[in-house]
């Protein structure tokens, strides 16, 4: 699985959209970007992924880049409850590999 | 019910005793992973049972024990632990594809282990 590289931390005003970016130059056409995150004492969440087309769900919007080697996970009005480690997984989807995380980005979200 | 549960949620136990933990996914899905995190690192992969049958091992000591009892239950079981394995022992499920793993894992809240 190709290698991500994210910031480690960021903050965001509560209110405000959150941009998390993750670098992933060296992605191979058959891999797909995941993003996960941690709430603090909890287990890692599902959060969305996509492969060239940006995608949108209820919890967030992910903006993947024509040449692929980036990406950015949107949250359009963050809150508190939003603080925790975001990881950007990159994968081949339906592998016979489990999930690989990063150090991920801490998020903290503020009043 | 998207729900991975596990139990305990907190244990402590001496490196000479047994103990277990215990998982449960009632979504369907045949595939479950232990994942093991020490306090502020990323979850590291453990083992992996697809179909009821142990397809990842990533090198664990066998004081480490997985078994999958039917495919809607994982445990995990621990004799002469260290403590250095005290950690944020996590298990997850998905649902694979022609024998294949997905990357959408549902994870559970984790049993807090210390090694005393």
């Known amino acids: 699985d190709a290698k991500t590289t994210q910031p480690t931390s960021m903050d965001c005003a509560e209110g405000r959209a959150a941009n998390l970016p993750c670098n992933h130059s060296?992605?191979?056409?058959?891999?797909?970007v995941y993003w996960y995150r941690q709430i603090h004492s909890q287990g890692p969440q599902y959060i969305i992924h996509?492969?060239?087309n940006n995608e949108t769900n209820e919890m967030a919007s992910l903006i993947i880049t024509e040449d692929r080697k980036s990406s950015t996970l949107i949250l359009p009005h963050a809150t508190l409850r939003d603080t925790a480690v975001y990881y950007c997984?990159?994968?081949?989807?339906?592998?016979?590999?489990?999930?690989?995380f990063g150090k991920g980005t801490s998020l903290l979200v503020t009043p | 019910d998207t729900e991975v549960t596990q139990t305990p949620k907190h244990l402590v136990m001496g490196m000479t005793n047994k103990k277990s933990l215990k998982c449960e996914q009632h979504m369907g899905h045949r595939a479950m992973y232990w994942y093991k995190q020490k306090a502020k690192k990323p979850p590291e992969l453990m083992f992996v049972?697809?179909?009821?049958?142990?397809?990842i091992n990533e090198s664990v000591p066998s004081r480490f024990s997985p078994e999958c009892p039917n495919s809607s239950l994982l445990n995990l079981h621990l004799h002469a632990l260290q403590p250095e394995d005290s950690a944020l022992y996590l298990c997850?499920?998905?649902?694979?594809?022609?024998?294949?793993?997905?990357?959408?894992?549902?994870f559970g809240p984790g049993t807090r282990l210390t090694v005393t």
């Open positions: 049972y697809s179909y009821e049958k142990l397809s």
């Open positions: 060296t992605i191979s056409g058959n891999e797909y």
């Open positions: 996509g492969l060239k």
């Open positions: 997850a499920s998905s649902q694979p594809l022609a024998g294949l793993l997905q990357g959408e894992q549902y």
């Open positions: 997984i990159v994968r081949v989807e339906n592998s016979g590999y489990a999930l690989n």
